[in-house]
């Protein structure tokens, strides 16, 4: 089978299965159901369980040899070994599910050599569905999307907390305090980088370390809606490595993310 209808079929079926996850999730969304806390203000709960055990039975079962990573499923060293992994997030942004907001999403992501090769970000409050594949662009319900062509930081829409901006480092050499700007968030990161895909808006960064299962899909998703997803040094980040942490997050458009890495590089590793 050529290769584009592979990378087709694959994009195809976790699209679906986020779907079909995202009917769990309505199904629990304002209502009675346990929950968890795993510790570090980390919650949990039956929901999260649920699509995690329905993604893994379902994604598997299509694809046998794919390795497979999620928040809630216990590390497999294996996925390291496979061809291609699974990095999943049943539910990112649990914190908002919890607190009945609309603002979380079902995360997919298949990684090859490192990289994300197709990924969806769904919310299925909100019915957003975000895809790519490497190569053939990215799109919301099936219509192309691309990020904003926003040049300054100035004014900029930024989906980040505003403790970020706001914190006392910021006043301190060589740092500078941020200009004036449009500042909103959403607990999940895979939806905020969905949302500056979309171009609805101009940038996200977090300065604290995400799991993989946080950024892989809304990484490619921004990337071929024509932006740029790296640390706040520049690097790209790598998936599927023996620990799946990236250490901090910068997602814009182009001249946006350049901006960005130009205010931020500098403070090389007292990020973590």
Known sequence: MPAH???GLDLALIEQAARDAGVIARRY????????DKGKGQPVTEADLAIDKFLHETLIAARPSYGWMSEESEDDP?????????????IDGTTAFLKGRPWFTIAIAIVRDGRPEQGVVYNPITEECF??????GATLNGAAIHVS???????????APKATFEHAIWSTTPNTPWPPMQVETRNSIAYRMALVAGGQFDATLALSAKHDWDLAAGDLIVEEAGGRVTDHTGAQLRYNGAVPLQRSIVAAGLRLHALLLQKLGHLGALVR
């Open 5 to 7: 209808d592979a990378a």
């Open 29 to 36: 969304f304002g209502g009675d159901y346990k929950r968890w």
């Open 78 to 90: 294996s996925r390291r070994e496979a061809e291609h992994t699974f990095i999943v997030d049943p």
């Open 131 to 136: 895809a790519a594949a490497r190569g053939c």
């Open 149 to 159: 062509d926003c040049a300054a930081i100035e004014n900029c829409r930024m989906l």
